[in-house]
């Protein structure tokens, strides 16, 4: 397997997902909508998954630093 799946305890987020290969990060928020995120370093999804507030990391080092796409 290629990814990592976590299911997280935030009111922003409801889950993220890792793919190795491609470097792309892929978070579900709790309002429906799925954003992916572009060549994150592995660094980053081992800051979230180590983070007490995910959607505050994911707003500080995520969200503006790296192109996304939306995909729902």
Avoid: C
């Amino acid at each position: 397997m290629n990814y990592e799946l976590i299911y997280v305890d935030s009111s922003a987020i409801n889950n993220a997902r890792y793919d190795h290969k491609s470097e792309r990060l892929i978070v579900g928020f709790t309002s429906g909508v799925k954003y992916q995120y572009k060549n994150v370093p592995l660094f980053y999804w081992r800051g979230l998954q180590n983070s007490s507030s995910k959607g505050k990391f994911i707003t500080k080092y995520v969200v503006k630093k790296f192109s996304f796409d939306k995909l729902s």
